[in-house]
């Protein structure tokens, strides 16, 4: 490939369900990749199996990129000079290559049935032969081809193998080698005249002038057969696409990812909180390494630093933890402005409020001691919701902890103190209560402030207690502290 042309990446996937973490780990990389060179970032929707690629799936793909600032240069909603970007609007093209093909004697229509294929599969297996085409019918005469017609056979095309080998330097990997011995004859095209996804990605992917493939490591394979069409096409061995096959995903429990261990789709993540910049700064270092031990890493940052050499080939490992670190580190890294637009997101979602004028006001107070606390935004709604319900009520399990006369004795003695309090803020509400529960009945502070913090938040889990009777307000606090004490 000549060191001249621009890099042209494309990220071509077949959503037969949302987006994945492998699937946008390899749009990231391809991303940034295309980013960090000034090439072209290329989105290619492969649908050809439309039974199970739907429109709903596409335009989810499309949305999920969108969300997460995954901006490509041609594609759907996008154009460009190599289009349309939907498989399904290209089968004439991949028709008229196979035609190509059949003519050029590259390859041939096989009239195997499914049923004779699986029958030497059987043969093969039972005398410990790599399962595979065995090229029955490479070299039909024209009396077997009629024999086969007569007998309402429909054939596949299937691409002649040649004997040898395929050598390629994968970028991440280094040399690698496939004996064509092991990489029978294959399917081009079906028998009802859809392209299998060889045929189509390997003609898309030169028509496309795509420059640099990287992709996941279980396309690996693929690869021979893929060079084996670029060949039939007539493609100059130095004009082939660069490939780089990324590491694979793997759960902590070192297996393949899965709903257990973190390979939910991609609109999961977005439903349960997290941040679209927190998600690529993770998938970033899944396989890859800004370098000097950093971890925490913006958007701008990933396309100024990725390189392929940097890659890992081997696995990575996907660990909740960690994203969850940090997406509390995004979460504190907004600004106020933006913070406030995801927490009011997330309140009126929750039906927490309904974003009036005064509710924005008090979520404005409320929203700077929450920002160093919460870990996803999903927390937000849980944390805040005791400063806006119309009716308040204690959580039934907290309401358990709070039912002892020593919990009882805590919140008459905070309320007398309370009531008489001239300046309600955080500052003296602290000052009174530290003086009164832990100097004066020497409790420990998880004992005193527990009690005051169900009775006035409904919960154990609030935003801090002293700021939260603040915002509250005095009216308010005192009610619900003596609410509490009719309940126990």
């Keep these: 490939m000549s060191a001249q042309k621009q890099v042209r990446v494309r990220f071509a996937p077949s959503p037969t369900g949302d987006l994945h973490v492998g699937n946008i780990r390899t749009a990231l990389f391809d991303w940034a990749y295309a980013r960090h060179t000034g090439g072209k970032f290329i989105f290619r929707i492969e649908d050809t199996d439309r039974e199970r690629v739907t429109d709903e799936y596409i335009q989810a793909a499309i949305q999920t990129l969108k969300w997460l600032g995954l901006n490509w240069d041609e594609g759907p909603e996008v154009g460009g000079p190599f289009g349309p970007y939907l498989q399904s609007q290209r089968l ?9 093909f059949l003519a050029q004697k590259d390859a041939y229509h096989c009239y195997c049935s499914a049923e004779e294929l699986e029958e030497r599969r059987k043969v093969q297996m039972a005398k410990n032969q790599a399962p595979g085409y065995d090229g029955k019918c490479r070299d039909l005469s024209s009396t ?4 086969y017609k007569a007998q309402g056979r429909k054939p596949v095309v299937r691409m002649k193998m040649p004997a040898g080998e395929t050598v390629f330097t994968d970028l991440i990997r280094g040399e690698v080698k496939f004996e064509h011995k092991y990489v029978p004859d294959f399917v081009l095209m079906r028998a009802d005249g859809s392209p299998l996804y060889t045929l189509a990605v390997a003609v898309d992917d030169v028509l496309m002038k795509v420059t640099h493939i990287l992709r996941g490591e279980d396309l690996l394979s693929s690869t021979p057969r893929q060079i084996r069409v670029y060949q039939a096409m007539g493609v100059a061995t130095s004009d082939y696409p660069a490939f780089a096959h990324l590491p694979f995903v793997m759960g902590q429990d070192n297996a393949k990812l899965s709903k257990r261990n973190g390979e939910v789709s991609i609109a999961w993540y977005k439903d349960a909180g997290y941040l679209p910049e927190a998600i690529c700064n993770y998938l970033a270092l899944l396989g890859w390494s800004p370098g000097d031990d950093v971890e925490n890493v913006t958007m701008q940052q990933i396309c100024d630093l990725f390189t392929v050499e940097r890659v890992n080939s081997s696995p990575a490992r996907f660990d909740m933890k960690k994203l969850q670190a940090i997406n509390g580190d995004k979460i504190r890294a907004l600004s106020q402005e933006n913070f406030l637009t995801y927490a009011k997101e997330w309140l009126v979602k929750s039906k927490v409020i309904s974003a009036t004028e005064s509710e924005i006001a008090l979520l404005k107070r409320a929203l700077p001691i929450i920002q160093e606390r919460v870990a996803t935004l999903a927390e937000i709604p849980q944390l805040l919701k005791f400063l806006f319900v119309k009716t308040f009520e204690i ?6 902890q709070i039912k002892n006369d020593s919990a009882k004795e805590v919140l008459q003695k905070s309320l007398a103190v309370l009531a008489q309090l001239e300046n309600w803020n955080h500052s003296a509400i602290e000052t009174e209560l530290r003086k009164l529960l832990i100097e004066g009945m020497g409790l420990k502070p998880r004992v005193a402030f527990g009690p005051v913090r169900i009775a ?3 919960s154990t889990i609030s935003p801090p207690l002293f700021e939260s009777l603040e915002l509250l307000g005095k009216p308010e606090s005192i009610s ?3 609410s509490a004490i009719k309940l126990i």
């Design 144 to 147: 077997q081809i009629e024999q």
């Design 456 to 458: 006035v938040t409904g």
């Design 92 to 100: 004439d093209i991949y028709t008229e290559w196979a035609n190509k």
């Design 480 to 482: 619900r502290i003596e």
């Design 395 to 400: 959580e039934t399990e907290s309401l358990t």
